[in-house]
């Protein structure tokens, strides 16, 4: 059982890690946009 979570996330964890600092990358933009 343990095995499988630690699988999930070394498969899901670099997608979530590049789709946060996407996220926040986006972010910075819009707000030097407004500036």
Same mark, same amino acid.
């Given at each position: +059982? %343990? *095995?499988? @979570? @630690?699988?999930? $996330? *070394? ?6 890690? *590049? $789709?946060?600092?996407? $996220? @926040?990358?986006? +972010? /910075?933009?819009?707000? %030097? /946009? %407004?500036?």
């Amino acid at each position: +059982m %343990e *095995l499988n @979570i @630690i699988q999930y $996330f *070394l498969t899901q964890g670099p997608f979530a890690v *590049l $789709f946060v600092w996407l $996220f @926040i990358y986006v +972010m /910075r933009n819009s707000k %030097e /946009r %407004e500036d």
